[in-house]
């Protein structure tokens, strides 16, 4: 691996095709199938869950507890409705980003046609929602309280910075993974360079390589949870009315 952007190929692992139909298995899938094991594992062993959680339950009982809470804090009780929903998006990009750090790992989010296809789809289904949920009224959010004279530009500016929440929504994420990744490659390289140096180069490296792995992993994390926020924020302009 000569670049450190190379990681970030999207590389065919199996070449399959039907007639004119390709159906190439391309290595980004891998993380994907094993997200929807785990989702399916949860509930194939829900049968099994006990009154006295083990350890795996116990795990996964905060993870809901905790996702739960940003909903009540955001929100309220009419945000508790979409727990199954923002815990879903919750799990697979922390699972996406986690899977990411594991050594020859596949980083899922760092690959924006995957978190723009994700936020796009979450964006226009909070959208529609709004236009369900309060017909016309939803698009008073467009419309703030000012003079009518600075009206159609700041409809204009309303409208222009809810369509970009999609794209920061994507954008953010990316960016965040593709560069802690990239700064990891890079010392990694430094490190295996200056293994016939002088012994205290290559400890300092391991040490700065431990350091942005811890950083890495608190980056995988806290990105779920900011994703979360931002989303429980979204639904809030739907479900509770606000004046600008």
Not at 201 to 222: H, Q, T, Y
Request: glycine share 4%; hydrophobic share 60%.
């Amino acid at each position: 691996m000569f670049s450190p952007l190379e990681q970030f190929d999207v590389i065919p692992l199996i070449f399959f095709s039907v007639g004119s139909y390709d159906f190439t298995f391309f290595n980004i899938f891998i993380p994907l199938l094993l997200i929807i094991s785990f989702f399916l594992a949860v509930g194939y062993l829900k049968s099994y869950y006990k009154l006295i959680p083990y350890s795996f339950q116990s795990a996964l009982e905060n993870i809901i507890e905790f996702v739960f809470s940003i909903l009540k804090n955001q929100i309220g009780k009419e945000g508790y409705f979409f727990l199954p929903f923002v815990l879903t998006i919750f799990m697979t990009i922390l699972l996406s980003n986690l899977m990411s750090i594991i050594p020859f790992g596949i980083a899922l989010t760092s690959h924006l046609i995957v978190t723009m296809w994700l936020s796009l789809s979450i964006c226009l289904s909070i959208f529609l929602f709004g236009l369900l949920y309060k017909n016309f009224k939803f698009l008073k959010i467009f419309v703030p309280t000012c003079p009518i004279a600075l009206l159609p530009i700041l409809i204009l500016i309303e409208l222009f910075s809810y369509v970009i929440r999609a794209f920061s929504l994507s954008i953010r994420l990316t960016a965040n993974i593709l560069a802690g990744h990239t700064l990891v490659h890079i010392i990694a390289l430094f490190i295996l360079n200056t293994l016939f140096l002088h012994f205290l180069a290559p400890l300092l490296g391991l040490l700065g390589l431990f350091a942005v792995l811890l950083l890495e992993l608190g980056v995988a994390c806290l990105q779920a949870y900011v994703l979360t926020i931002l989303i429980c924020i979204y639904f809030k302009d739907v479900l509770i009315d606000e004046s600008h």
